[in-house]
């Protein structure tokens, strides 16, 4: 098959851009009403932060928000509630778009790679296509629906977005023409990376392995021409020091907070495996698979040892195949921030750290997919010749038959993946139907089934409610948020006995939690057990003397015993943290006459 005969039946780059811009709005528009979970909530919903840009201080503090190492990421969710408030259509058109837009880039890089200087002979004519079928897979792979419908996660797309950006200005810095321009936009699209998610840290490492393996010359003439880029590159570091220096994810990830770097290690074995699992079968998908526990080497002997395999095969490769060695780096490297030994308390593994990380094997598949149909195409084309010559001469042209089949394989693929994706977003229309998939997917992570009970209670399923969060108890005992949390739901159900055996177990587990002691205080009340109530109320506001809640209630307990002189200072301070209630102030200005002015 000759470059011509290829190059015919092509289709040109704008028009696969194109392509990957329908795929991406038919694969998620179905999703556009789908609600804030799970972290939305605290990082949008509940954050004030993000409620006003101007004067420039509102505007830096918006940025430095809930993840003060995201000030990027930050600054476009501050936007969209600019934009629209809590509307979330607008949330989720910005997550959309962003996915396309790095499935565009994606697109970039590999048609560049492929008709570069050290694949373009074997690739370049079928550059385009082929760069197609690895966005268009990638795009709309079920496992990147995590990060496209849970908006909180668009820091992963941003930082994908901005870290291909950065490999495809530097590989277009290799031209003549332009370099410092493309540079200056490698650099540029690397700092707002590193200010996007701490995974950027290994985008350096990427474009310089690039330049390793599919760049001419030696090491040396590489840096001689490349220096600046490199030192401009290794700057963005600083940044990321910078901002993660204050350790904005407090005591959820780092060293020395109880478990260890080995064992994050071994917990990580069969993550690895269970990533590429889902690379090849996306089912089941789960948003939360529930946090590090200690293990023991025996336990994870058989996936780990497969996880060192393919490192060692990555190793090898480098060095015999690099084209095929860069792939595997690829792989490991974005996932090693999150997935190898730093520790990370909240969860053991995620499917959104594979969003970038996928693009490895989608290309290696789709690539060598490809060199194996020409393979065994080449093997047949001369008997095929004096018809192909024919049927040329004939006016008959038909385009080759690697592109028949490889189109049809494509369209075969896209036709499964398309719908077990839309089918994903509609997990993610309700909040209960999404933890539910979490619980089917690991019945074992108690923290599934609490979420599951929490969402299960704010749509009034009380019952529901509380057998999930006996299953959680019965996983981990002393969790101490699912006592509480059944403590609220007894409370409802009006078994009060059993609401305060919970609230009570749940503050003896947390001593120093106000929202226990105040809640348990209520079902004191309740019971007409007022002087136990007064007591953890003052317990509550001793710990947290801002509780919007304790002040208000310790005021009405003494109010209703008779005591006006001690109730006036708790019914003020309620006010000042909540002054919309009405009825609070109403009596207060009334004890404050009585107290003042008594009848005689």
């Given at each position: 098959?000759?470059?011509?005969?290829?190059?015919?039946?092509?289709?040109?780059?704008?028009?696969?851009?194109?392509?990957?811009?329908?795929?991406?709005?038919?694969?998620?528009?179905?999703?556009?009403?789908?609600?804030?979970?799970?972290?939305?909530?605290?990082?949008?919903?509940?954050?004030?932060?993000?409620?006003?840009l101007?004067?420039?201080?509102?505007?830096?503090?918006?940025?430095?928000?809930?993840?003060?190492?995201?000030?990027?990421?930050?600054?476009?969710?501050?936007?969209?509630?600019?934009?629209?408030?809590?509307?979330?259509?607008?949330?989720?058109?910005?997550?959309?778009?962003?996915?396309?837009?790095?499935?565009?880039?994606?697109?970039?890089?590999?048609?560049?790679?492929?008709?570069?200087?050290?694949?373009?002979?074997?690739?370049?004519?079928?550059?385009?296509?082929?760069?197609?079928?690895?966005?268009?897979?990638?795009?709309?792979?079920?496992?990147?629906?995590?990060c496209?419908?849970?908006?909180?996660?668009?820091?992963?797309?941003?930082?994908a977005?901005?870290?291909?950006?950065?490999?495809?200005?530097?590989?277009?810095?290799?031209?003549?023409?332009g370099?410092?321009?493309?540079?200056?936009?490698?650099?540029?699209?690397?700092?707002?990376?590193?200010?996007?998610?701490?995974?950027?840290?290994?985008?350096?490492?990427?474009?310089?392995?690039?330049?390793?393996v599919?760049?001419?010359?030696?090491?040396?003439?590489?840096?001689?021409?490349?220096?600046?880029?490199?030192?401009?590159?290794?700057?963005?570091?600083?940044?990321?020091?910078?901002?993660?220096?204050?350790?904005?994810?407090?005591?959820?990830?780092?060293?020395?907070?109880?478990?260890?770097?080995?064992d994050?290690a071994?917990?990580?074995?069969e993550?690895?495996?269970?990533?590429?699992?889902?690379?090849?079968?996306?089912?089941?998908?789960?948003?939360?698979?529930?946090?590090?526990?200690?293990?023991?080497?025996?336990?994870?002997?058989?996936?780990?040892?497969?996880?060192?395999?393919?490192?060692?095969?990555?190793?090898?490769?480098?060095?015999?195949?690099?084209?095929?060695?860069?792939?595997?780096?690829?792989?490991?490297?974005?996932?090693?921030?999150?997935?190898?030994?730093?520790?990370?308390?909240?969860?053991?593994?995620?499917?959104?750290?594979?969003?970038?990380s996928?693009?490895?094997?989608?290309?290696?598949?789709?690539?060598?997919?490809?060199?194996?149909?020409?393979?065994?195409?080449?093997?047949?084309?001369a008997?095929?010749?004096?018809?192909?010559?024919?049927?040329?001469?004939?006016?008959?042209?038909?385009?080759?038959?690697?592109?028949?089949?490889?189109?049809?394989a494509?369209?075969?693929?896209?036709?499964?993946?398309?719908?077990?994706?839309?089918s994903?977003?509609?997990?993610?229309?309700?909040?209960?139907?999404?933890?539910?998939?979490?619980?089917?997917?690991?019945?074992?992570?108690?923290?599934?089934?609490?979420?599951?009970?929490?969402?299960?209670?704010?749509?009034?399923?009380?019952?529901?409610?509380?057998?999930?969060?006996?299953?959680?108890?019965?996983?981990?005992?002393?969790?101490?948020?699912?006592?509480?949390d059944?403590?609220?739901?007894?409370?409802?159900?009006?078994?009060?006995?059993?609401?305060?055996?919970?609230?009570?177990?749940?503050?003896?587990?947390?001593?120093?939690?106000?929202?226990?002691?105040?809640?348990?205080?209520?079902?004191?009340?309740e019971?007409?057990?007022?002087?136990?109530?007064?007591?953890?109320?003052?317990?509550?506001?001793?710990?947290?003397?801002?509780?919007?809640?304790?002040?208000?209630?310790?005021?009405?307990a003494?109010?209703?015993?008779?005591?006006?002189?001690?109730?006036?200072?708790?019914?003020?301070?309620?006010?000042?943290?909540?002054?919309?209630?009405?009825?609070?102030?109403?009596?207060l200005?009334?004890?404050?006459?009585?107290?003042?002015?008594?009848?005689?």
């Open positions: 098959m000759s470059t011509d005969e290829v190059r015919r039946w092509l289709p040109p780059a704008w028009l696969c851009g194109l392509i990957l811009v329908v795929l991406g709005a038919i694969t998620y528009g179905n999703n556009l009403h789908g609600p804030f979970i799970y972290d939305d909530q605290s990082t949008i919903v509940e954050n004030p932060g993000l409620r006003q101007w004067p420039a201080d509102q505007l830096v503090a918006a940025m430095r928000t809930v993840h003060p190492s995201r000030p990027l990421a930050n600054l476009t969710l501050a936007l969209n509630y600019a934009w629209g408030g809590l509307e979330v259509r607008g949330y989720h058109l910005v997550n959309i778009g962003v996915h396309i837009v790095a499935s565009l880039l994606l697109f970039a890089v590999v048609r560049l790679t492929l008709r570069g200087e050290r694949l373009g002979e074997q690739f370049g004519a079928a550059a385009n296509p082929l760069a197609l079928a690895c966005a268009a897979i990638w795009l709309v792979h079920p496992l990147q629906s995590e496209v419908n849970y908006i909180t996660q668009r820091s992963e797309m941003l930082m977005t901005f870290f291909l950006l950065t490999l495809y200005a530097a590989i277009r810095a290799r031209e003549p023409s370099r410092m321009r493309w540079e200056l936009l490698a650099i540029g699209a690397c700092a707002a990376g590193m200010a996007t998610k701490e995974v950027m840290v290994t985008a350096p490492l990427i474009v310089v392995l690039y330049d390793a599919f760049a001419s010359g030696t090491w040396r003439q590489q840096f001689a021409g490349r220096w600046r880029l490199y030192l401009g590159l290794a700057a963005t570091w600083g940044l990321l020091a910078w901002l993660v220096g204050d350790r904005p994810h407090g005591r959820t990830a780092g060293f020395g907070l109880g478990l260890s770097p080995w994050y071994l917990n990580q074995g993550m690895v495996v269970e990533y590429l699992r889902l690379v090849f079968w996306p089912h089941p998908l789960n948003l939360d698979y529930g946090r590090a526990v200690p293990r023991e080497l025996g336990e994870v002997a058989l996936p780990g040892g497969f996880v060192v395999a393919l490192l060692l095969v990555t190793a090898v490769a480098l060095w015999k195949r690099p084209p095929l060695g860069f792939l595997g780096a690829w792989f490991f490297l974005i996932l090693a921030p999150t997935s190898s030994i730093l520790p990370i308390l909240t969860e053991v593994g995620a499917e959104r750290r594979v969003y970038l996928l693009a490895a094997p989608v290309v290696l598949l789709v690539v060598g997919g490809w060199r194996l149909l020409t393979k065994f195409f080449a093997r047949s084309v008997p095929a010749a004096p018809r192909k010559a024919k049927a040329r001469a004939d006016g008959q042209a038909t385009p080759p038959r690697e592109l028949i089949v490889g189109g049809l494509l369209l075969i693929l896209l036709a499964v993946l398309v719908p077990v994706t839309r994903r977003n509609r997990d993610y229309h309700d909040t209960v139907t999404i933890w539910q998939t979490a619980v089917a997917a690991r019945e074992s992570n108690p923290r599934a089934h609490r979420n599951l009970g929490f969402e299960l209670h704010n749509a009034h399923r009380l019952d529901e409610a509380a057998a999930s969060y006996r299953r959680a108890l019965a996983i981990e005992p002393a969790y101490q948020q699912v006592h509480f059944l403590g609220l739901v007894y409370k409802d159900l009006r078994e009060l006995a059993a609401a305060e055996h919970h609230l009570r177990r749940a503050a003896e587990l947390n001593p120093g939690d106000a929202k226990a002691l105040n809640s348990l205080a209520n079902i004191c009340q019971a007409s057990r007022a002087d136990d109530a007064i007591a953890l109320y003052r317990r509550a506001l001793e710990i947290e003397p801002d509780h919007p809640s304790a002040s208000l209630n310790l005021a009405i003494l109010d209703r015993q008779g005591r006006p002189a001690e109730a006036i200072p708790y019914y003020a301070r309620a006010l000042e943290i909540r002054p919309e209630l009405r009825q609070a102030r109403a009596r200005e009334h004890l404050r006459r009585t107290v003042e002015s008594p009848v005689p």
